[in-house]
């Protein structure tokens, strides 16, 4: 069964518009993390955000933000004003308490100058 | 500083053949993955390992073995490649069950 979901498989924005990212995860572990990871065009794979299953709390960085909801068991990522370097795959992972981590779809996000 | 480097970064074989991605990491870190990454699928865990000796099956293990002889190494083998194998391969390794895992370069395999 799939543990993380991204439901979107590709979004298009123009410049200087929010793009929210959904994340929804499944898990019956009480302790868990869960990630996000950019890979732009170049390929490689860059760490972005870790949290943990005891911290709801949102966090802000810079125009990134990520709104984690236990209540839905969703981790979702907004990048706020886009802009054209914003244009990558982003991924939803989720590690429930080993150390395997477990991967959404991906979602890949075209910013339109 | 620290890192983990794949090689090689682009390989074309042809069906039947077995096949080794090396991955080599200087973090010293214990765990060490491998994923493919496929259109649609994001990325699916071949196999693991968590120490010196110690490899596991991951969830597209069939076709795929690895070796840990050491703890900076962790080589991938295809036994007899297939065209289904055609893929982008990560190695992966993280040190604690709650940080981040750090990612090679990735290897581009394709098999003819």
């Known amino acids: 069964a799939q543990k993380v979901t991204q439901a979107q498989t590709e979004i298009s924005v123009v410049e200087k518009e929010d793009v929210t990212l959904d994340c929804v995860y499944e898990t019956r572990d009480t302790t868990y993390y869960l990630f996000w990871y950019k890979q732009p065009p170049s390929g490689e794979l860059v760490f972005l955000i870790r949290?943990?299953?005891?911290?709801?709390q949102n966090e802000i960085s810079g125009r990134y933000s990520w709104n984690f909801q236990k209540s839905t068991s969703s981790f979702n990522f907004t990048i706020t004003a886009s802009q054209v370097v914003d244009s990558a795959v982003y991924f939803c992972a989720l590690s429930e308490g080993d150390y395997k981590l477990s991967f959404g779809a991906g979602t890949t996000v075209t910013v339109r100058a | 500083d620290a890192e983990i480097t794949q090689s090689p970064r682009h390989k074309i074989t042809e069906t039947g053949r077995q096949v080794t991605l090396a991955c080599h990491q200087t973090w010293n870190h214990n765990n060490m993955f491998w994923y493919r990454q496929d259109l649609g699928h994001g990325l699916r865990l071949i196999h693991y390992s968590y120490g010196v000796q110690d490899t596991n099956k991951g969830e597209v293990s069939d076709g795929y073995s690895v070796s840990r002889s050491n703890t900076e190494d962790l080589p991938l083998t295809l036994e007899s490649a297939a065209s289904s194998q055609t893929s982008v391969y990560f190695c992966?390794?993280?040190?604690?069950?709650?940080?981040?895992?750090?990612f090679g370069q990735g290897t581009r395999l394709t098999v003819v």
């Open positions: 992966a390794s993280k040190d604690r069950v709650n940080t981040e895992a750090f």
């Open positions: 949290r943990n299953s005891f911290d709801e």
